[in-house]
């Protein structure tokens, strides 16, 4: 076997530019493969972790005649936290926060802006949405005061001290409206924030929109996976319902197996690319080589072990290529998971109403480098058979008297 490795590799030397041509389209096939691969799933933990760290926490409980098939963020159905779902939430393990939601228009002199407005209590909802990415120019709001994303307030024009008029429906259906001080703008790496929220207490929320109860009370565990086990236990308590993190991320994440899907069909079509042009390498090399197999094949080389050197040689390009896709794939990957991409200066960054953080890195872990190394070689060795059996079939006595 050794041997017809030798010869092998020998013969993959002969023509070196050759080689590579054909090396092209697996190189990038690997090289896209691991990447992309890299990439989504980088993106899949990205918006579940900026999801629980800002907008679900592990669970998310609602009231029972909340619309969560509603565009806006309504006020309807909205009723006060039932004693015993508190009461099961205070005993339980982790940390809790009530938050109301709604929308308000942020007018400024002349100028308004439609918005979502965000009332916290700002002790326990610090507990379960971590700050340490937030940069606050300013303060947080207290009282007749409002903290405004960084976005939001640059497109109205607004600055910290600055007086805002607050516009919002009340849950019975009038209008109502503030005046309040903008305590500071916040840039929290999220575009569902910056671009497009309005913080404030509990209390000056209460006083705006005479809602009876929060929206949702978020839960934070010691660990995501445990709000697998907890949801259940607290779905229909008091008529609310509970949804872990994995279910508010279910439509982004459902997006993101489309584009796996899609880097999966690319990496297929290059994949067969370089499939067709190894198969091609190997039959002119098969043909330009008849005087010398038939050489072998008179010195007492069988026909098995003239297909095995074909294979053999099929099998080394598909490695060194594969080799060379892996390092360059995951060399760049391995760069973005550690330096990360920064889209918060990108102009096609909007509001949207799921979460992502804009300090975006890929996931680098082995599986997809091996992964790689292995398809890649696996499909040259598939595509390696066809000329091996035709390199095997030929006459010894032909192949010595061929020109």
């Known amino acids: 076997m050794s041997f017809l490795f030798s010869l092998a590799l020998r013969n993959l030397t002969r023509n070196v530019k050759r080689s590579l041509l054909t090396s092209v389209a697996a190189i990038a096939g690997v090289a896209l493969m691991v990447l992309g691969f890299g990439m989504v799933d980088g993106l899949d933990e990205n918006v579940i972790r900026t999801g629980i ?28 936290v039932p004693a015993e779902l508190l009461a099961q939430l205070s005993a339980g393990e982790g940390d809790f926060t009530e938050r109301l939601l709604f929308d308000v228009k942020l007018i400024r002199g002349p100028d308004g802006l439609r918005a979502t407005g965000l009332a916290v209590d700002p002790e326990r909802d610090a507990k379960v949405f971590p700050r340490d990415k937030w940069t606050i120019d300013g303060a947080l709001p207290e009282g007749r005061q ?11 024009g607004v600055a910290v001290g600055d007086e805002v008029i607050l516009q919002a429906r009340t849950s019975k259906g009038a209008q109502n409206a503030l005046s309040v001080i903008v305590s500071g703008l916040v ?16 209390v000056l929320a209460e006083e705006l929109v005479r809602a009876p109860g929060p929206s949702q009370i978020a839960l934070r565990l010691n660990h995501r996976d445990d709000a697998f086990t907890v949801a259940p ?19 982004i994440l459902a997006l993101n197996d489309i584009r796996r899907k899609a880097i999966q069909l690319m ?42 050197m074909f294979v ?30 920064d889209f918060s200066k990108a102009a096609n960054v909007q509001a949207s109403g799921f979460a992502f953080d804009t300090m975006f890195y890929t996931n680098f ?13 696996m499909v040259a060795i598939f595509a390696s058979f066809i000329p091996a059996s035709t390199a095997s079939k030929l006459n010894p006595a032909d192949a010595v008297r061929a020109d």
Do not use: C, K
Not at 284 to 294: N, P, S
Not at 324 to 338: A, E, I, K
């Open 267 to 308: 990496v297929f079509m290059l994949m067969a690319i370089a499939a067709t042009g190894i198969a091609n390498t190997l039959i002119m090399a098969a043909y330009e080589r008849v005087r010398e197999v038939g050489a072998l094949m008179a010195m007492g080389m069988s026909p098995r072990q003239v297909q095995a």
């Open 146 to 156: 409002v903290l405004i994303g960084s976005r939001l307030g640059r497109i109205l």
């Open 53 to 80: 760290d800002t907008q679900s926490g592990h669970v998310l409980l609602r009231p029972g005649g909340y619309d969560m098939e509603a565009i806006n963020n309504p006020i309807d159905g909205l009723e006060p």
């Open 365 to 377: 872990t082995l599986g997809p480098l091996l992964g790689g190394l292995v398809f890649g070689s």
């Open 233 to 251: 236990n607290l779905n229909g308590l008091g008529g609310w319902r509970a949804s872990t993190w994995r279910d508010e991320s279910a439509d």
């Open 312 to 341: 053999l040689e099929g099998a080394a390009l598909g490695f060194v290529a594969s080799l060379m896709g892996v390092l360059v794939g995951g060399g760049y990957n391995y760069y973005l998971s550690t330096v990360g991409i």
């Open 187 to 202: 840039t929290t790496r999220s575009p569902s924030i910056d671009n497009n929220t309005v913080l404030m207490t509990l």
